[in-house]
Protein backbone atom coordinates (compact mmCIF):
# COMPACT_ATOMS: atom_id res chain seq x y z
CA UNK A 1 0.00 0.00 0.00
CA UNK A 2 1.26 3.60 -0.69
CA UNK A 3 0.48 6.85 -0.96
CA UNK A 4 2.49 9.30 -2.71
CA UNK A 5 2.66 12.89 -1.29
CA UNK A 6 5.75 13.59 -2.92
CA UNK A 7 8.52 14.25 0.21
CA UNK A 8 5.75 13.14 2.83
CA UNK A 9 5.39 9.42 0.94
CA UNK A 10 4.18 6.61 3.63
CA UNK A 11 3.30 2.95 3.10
CA UNK A 12 1.99 0.68 5.27
CA UNK A 13 3.28 -3.33 4.58
CA UNK A 14 3.48 -6.78 6.26
CA UNK A 15 6.69 -8.50 5.27
CA UNK A 16 6.71 -12.17 5.75
CA UNK A 17 8.78 -14.83 4.87
CA UNK A 18 7.81 -19.26 5.04
CA UNK A 19 10.76 -21.41 5.53
CA UNK A 20 8.55 -24.74 5.16
CA UNK A 21 11.57 -27.11 6.79
CA UNK A 22 11.11 -25.13 9.93
CA UNK A 23 7.61 -24.69 9.68
CA UNK A 24 7.87 -21.41 10.40
CA UNK A 25 6.71 -18.28 9.47
CA UNK A 26 8.48 -14.83 9.75
CA UNK A 27 7.07 -11.64 9.30
CA UNK A 28 7.45 -7.64 10.28
CA UNK A 29 4.46 -4.91 10.14
CA UNK A 30 4.78 -1.91 9.16
CA UNK A 31 1.43 -0.19 9.69
CA UNK A 32 -0.56 -2.71 8.08
CA UNK A 33 -3.44 -4.91 9.99
CA UNK A 34 -1.65 -8.21 11.12
CA UNK A 35 -1.66 -11.05 9.11
CA UNK A 36 -4.94 -13.71 10.35
CA UNK A 37 -4.31 -17.64 10.98
CA UNK A 38 -6.59 -19.81 10.62
CA UNK A 39 -6.07 -22.67 12.87
CA UNK A 40 -9.02 -25.67 13.32
CA UNK A 41 -11.77 -23.46 12.17
CA UNK A 42 -10.80 -20.85 14.63
CA UNK A 43 -9.32 -17.65 13.32
CA UNK A 44 -7.14 -15.25 15.58
CA UNK A 45 -5.35 -12.24 14.58
CA UNK A 46 -1.74 -12.58 14.59
CA UNK A 47 -0.77 -11.00 18.41
CA UNK A 48 0.88 -7.53 18.42
CA UNK A 49 4.76 -8.49 18.36
CA UNK A 50 6.90 -8.08 21.91
CA UNK A 51 8.13 -5.07 20.28
CA UNK A 52 5.30 -3.00 19.51
CA UNK A 53 3.20 -2.67 16.23
CA UNK A 54 6.17 -0.44 14.09
CA UNK A 55 5.77 2.54 12.21
CA UNK A 56 4.48 3.29 8.62
CA UNK A 57 6.87 2.52 6.05
CA UNK A 58 8.54 6.52 5.47
CA UNK A 59 7.33 8.21 9.10
CA UNK A 60 11.19 8.14 10.25
CA UNK A 61 14.32 7.82 7.67
CA UNK A 62 16.08 5.58 9.45
CA UNK A 63 13.86 3.21 11.48
CA UNK A 64 14.42 -0.57 11.88
CA UNK A 65 11.75 -3.05 11.69
CA UNK A 66 12.18 -6.56 13.81
CA UNK A 67 10.99 -9.87 12.51
CA UNK A 68 8.40 -11.62 14.71
CA UNK A 69 8.39 -15.86 14.24
CA UNK A 70 5.24 -17.81 14.16
CA UNK A 71 5.15 -21.49 14.09
CA UNK A 72 3.02 -23.19 11.92
CA UNK A 73 0.77 -26.49 12.05
CA UNK A 74 -0.46 -28.67 9.50
CA UNK A 75 -3.54 -27.30 7.35
CA UNK A 76 -2.55 -24.09 9.17
CA UNK A 77 -3.90 -21.02 7.15
CA UNK A 78 -2.60 -17.62 6.84
CA UNK A 79 -4.52 -14.47 5.64
CA UNK A 80 -2.50 -11.46 4.36
CA UNK A 81 -4.73 -8.94 3.12
CA UNK A 82 -4.82 -5.50 2.29
CA UNK A 83 -6.57 -3.25 4.58
CA UNK A 84 -9.41 -2.37 1.69
CA UNK A 85 -10.65 -5.82 2.34
CA UNK A 86 -11.94 -4.74 5.82
CA UNK A 87 -11.70 -1.21 6.26
CA UNK A 88 -14.71 0.88 5.90
CA UNK A 89 -15.32 4.81 6.44
CA UNK A 90 -15.96 6.35 9.74
CA UNK A 91 -15.43 2.41 11.23
CA UNK A 92 -13.12 1.09 13.83
CA UNK A 93 -10.15 -0.96 12.98
CA UNK A 94 -10.59 -3.18 15.60
CA UNK A 95 -14.36 -3.50 14.55
CA UNK A 96 -12.68 -3.79 10.98
CA UNK A 97 -10.47 -6.92 12.08
CA UNK A 98 -12.98 -8.51 14.32
CA UNK A 99 -15.28 -9.06 11.06
CA UNK A 100 -12.84 -10.03 9.31
CA UNK A 101 -11.73 -12.75 11.95
CA UNK A 102 -15.61 -13.99 11.99
CA UNK A 103 -15.94 -14.40 8.20
CA UNK A 104 -12.51 -16.20 8.43
CA UNK A 105 -14.74 -18.67 10.79
CA UNK A 106 -17.79 -18.92 9.12
CA UNK A 107 -16.25 -19.44 5.38
CA UNK A 108 -14.59 -22.32 6.87
CA UNK A 109 -17.58 -23.78 8.33
CA UNK A 110 -16.40 -24.24 11.96
CA UNK A 111 -13.94 -26.74 10.76
CA UNK A 112 -10.16 -27.48 8.75
CA UNK A 113 -10.28 -26.98 5.37
CA UNK A 114 -10.50 -30.28 2.82
CA UNK A 115 -6.75 -30.96 1.33
CA UNK A 116 -5.72 -29.43 -1.96
CA UNK A 117 -5.38 -26.14 -3.53
CA UNK A 118 -8.69 -26.08 -4.83
CA UNK A 119 -10.79 -25.85 -1.49
CA UNK A 120 -8.28 -23.63 -0.19
CA UNK A 121 -8.94 -21.06 -3.76
CA UNK A 122 -12.75 -21.96 -2.84
CA UNK A 123 -11.88 -20.96 0.57
CA UNK A 124 -10.56 -17.56 -0.34
CA UNK A 125 -13.06 -16.62 -2.65
CA UNK A 126 -16.04 -17.18 -0.45
CA UNK A 127 -14.32 -15.16 1.85
CA UNK A 128 -13.75 -12.43 -0.63
CA UNK A 129 -17.14 -12.79 -1.63
CA UNK A 130 -18.48 -12.46 2.19
CA UNK A 131 -16.51 -9.59 2.90
CA UNK A 132 -17.54 -7.44 -0.48
CA UNK A 133 -19.86 -4.86 -0.12
CA UNK A 134 -21.15 -1.91 -2.36
CA UNK A 135 -19.43 0.59 0.46
CA UNK A 136 -15.83 -0.53 -0.36
CA UNK A 137 -13.60 2.23 -2.09
CA UNK A 138 -10.19 0.69 -1.48
CA UNK A 139 -8.68 -2.01 -3.51
CA UNK A 140 -9.24 -5.32 -1.39
CA UNK A 141 -6.43 -8.13 -1.82
CA UNK A 142 -6.14 -11.18 0.06
CA UNK A 143 -3.36 -13.68 -0.20
CA UNK A 144 -4.04 -17.07 1.61
CA UNK A 145 -0.81 -19.57 2.47
CA UNK A 146 -1.78 -22.60 3.86
CA UNK A 147 1.11 -24.94 5.88
CA UNK A 148 0.60 -28.37 4.41
CA UNK A 149 1.45 -31.97 5.89
CA UNK A 150 4.95 -33.55 5.38
CA UNK A 151 4.96 -35.85 2.64
CA UNK A 152 5.18 -39.13 4.17
CA UNK A 153 9.11 -40.84 3.84
CA UNK A 154 9.02 -44.10 1.94
CA UNK A 155 10.84 -45.62 5.31
CA UNK A 156 7.93 -44.11 7.26
CA UNK A 157 5.67 -46.88 5.52
CA UNK A 158 8.19 -49.72 6.24
CA UNK A 159 8.20 -48.80 10.30
CA UNK A 160 4.16 -48.55 10.49
CA UNK A 161 4.55 -52.08 8.76
CA UNK A 162 6.88 -53.79 10.87
Request: net charge negative; charged share 25%; glycine share 6%.
Amino acid sequence: MACDDGTESTATAVIAHYYPERRLLRWTCAGHPRPILLRGGRATQFPVPANGPDLTLGVLPRATYVATETHLTADDVVLLYSDGLVERRDTDPDEDAARLIEAAEHCARGGALPPGHAALQTYAESLLNHLDDPDRTDDATLLALRRTAEPRQAGDARAEQQ
